[in-house]
């Protein structure tokens, strides 16, 4: 399947992961990475130690970031134009549907992405996990882990690996209930 994908990664600020800390856009078309995109997000809320140490964000970080409605404006047009794409991407669509609907923000009521931890686990059966930093040694994929902008160009990077091994994505697309905040049906259903 040929056409525009929007790979994403968010961090989370707390274990309630509602609110984004920061996030990392990779567009794809063709069989290259064509723009990128990445802000640090005010989160409005606390942040957990946890969170802070696995992603190095801190209150003070984000303290002159946009929040998420004025980071909106910048990326629903990103978001909007093409097939959105991350790797354990329901974890991903579920902060994007929970801070559209915490900060009362319609865009759609649903969203068609694909995973590419799913997509590797099918296609790459022989690695023993389908992390993102695992695939990424396999691949070969430079990773600063848990920094959104470079998850989210891994997740491109991956993405373009399955597409010139001749993957199709059109099995792995299901679509995301961003009201209910669940995967609703896989593609052709």
Same mark, same amino acid.
């Given at each position: 399947?040929?056409?525009?994908?929007?790979?994403?990664?968010?961090?989370?600020?707390?274990?309630? =992961?509602?609110?984004?800390?920061?996030?990392?856009?990779?567009?794809?078309?063709?069989?290259?990475?064509?723009?990128?995109?990445?802000?640090?997000?005010?989160?409005?809320?606390?942040?957990?130690?946890? =969170?802070?140490?696995?992603?190095?964000?801190?209150?003070?970080?984000?303290?002159?970031?946009?929040?998420?409605?004025?980071?909106?404006?910048?990326?629903?047009? *990103?978001?909007?134009?093409?097939?959105?794409?991350?790797? =354990?991407?329901?974890?991903?669509?579920?902060?994007?549907?929970?801070?559209?609907?915490?900060?009362?923000?319609?865009?759609?009521?649903?969203?068609?992405?694909?995973?590419?931890?799913?997509?590797?686990?099918?296609?790459?059966?022989?690695?023993? =996990?389908? %992390?993102?930093?695992?695939?990424?040694?396999?691949?070969?994929?430079?990773?600063?882990?848990?920094?959104?902008?470079?998850?989210? #160009?891994?997740?491109?990077? *991956?993405?373009?690996?399955?597409?010139?091994?001749?993957?199709?994505?059109?099995?792995? *697309? #299901?679509?995301?209930?961003?009201?209910?905040?669940?995967?609703? %049906? %896989?593609?052709?259903?």
């Amino acid at each position: 399947m040929t056409g525009r994908y929007i790979a994403f990664d968010v961090e989370t600020p707390n274990y309630r =992961n509602d609110r984004m800390s920061a996030i990392g856009v990779s567009v794809v078309e063709g069989d290259e990475i064509v723009d990128e995109f990445y802000s640090l997000v005010d989160p409005e809320t606390r942040f957990d130690r946890f =969170n802070v140490q696995l992603t190095g964000i801190t209150p003070e970080a984000v303290a002159d970031a946009p929040n998420f409605p004025e980071l909106w404006h910048e990326l629903e047009p *990103i978001m909007e134009s093409g097939l959105l794409v991350a790797h =354990n991407a329901p974890f991903d669509m579920s902060v994007l549907g929970r801070c559209l609907l915490d900060y009362g923000i319609s865009w759609r009521p649903t969203a068609r992405y694909a995973c590419t931890c799913q997509m590797g686990r099918r296609l790459m059966p022989e690695l023993p =996990n389908h %992390k993102l930093n695992t695939m990424c040694d396999y691949l070969g994929v430079e990773l600063d882990h848990h920094h959104a902008g470079s998850d989210s #160009r891994a997740c491109a990077e *991956i993405l373009l690996h399955y597409l010139s091994d001749g993957a199709d994505v059109r099995p792995f *697309i #299901r679509t995301y209930d961003l009201r209910r905040l669940c995967t609703v %049906k %896989k593609y052709g259903t």
